[in-house]
Structure formats: C-alpha cells, structure tokens
C-alpha cells in the first residue's frame, strides 16, 4: 500500500462500491461523493492514470469512472503532441 492511500477517505468503505454497473448512477455517485471529500484524491488519480494497466484501470479511481479517465488520458496525449 502506497503512503497516500492509508490517508484515503474511502479506508474502511466497501470496495463493491467503487465498481457499480455503468448504469448504476445511484452507486456512482455515492462512490464519487466519498472521493470528493478525500485529502489524497489527486494522488489516487494520478495513480489511477499512470496504472491504467494494472489496478488503476477499473472502478471509481480519484473522483473519475473508467471512461472519464480514458478522456483525461487521451487529453493530455493529445497536448503533449
């Protein structure tokens, strides 16, 4: 566990909650809401984004669901080029 999640306002949350069905808004909100009051979520969001291929590729990660993490890392691909 990196030094940042132990300080994550989703510790001790149900885990479940951060893989509702796409259509499961109701979850995704939830979900999101605990992120929103999280002192580390731009680091869970950078590691959600630098780890697409491992852990940081499913589930509510940094306030962001799978798709809007794929926008935000299409984004920055496409201004560094």
């Known amino acids: 566990m990196a030094r940042w999640e132990a300080r994550s306002a989703c510790q001790g949350a149900d885990p479940d909650l951060f893989f509702p069905a796409a259509e499961d808004q109701v979850s995704i909100d939830r979900a999101k809401a605990i992120c929103d ?3 580390v979520q731009d680091e ?3 590691d ?3 780890n697409r291929a491992g852990h940081g590729r499913w589930g509510i990660r ?3 669901s ?6 935000l890392h299409k984004s920055r691909l496409r201004r560094v080029a």
């Open 48 to 50: 959600a984004l630098e």
């Open 62 to 64: 940094g306030g962001f």
């Open 37 to 39: 009051r999280c002192p």
């Open 66 to 71: 799978e798709a809007e993490r794929r926008y």
């Open 44 to 46: 869970c969001l950078a």
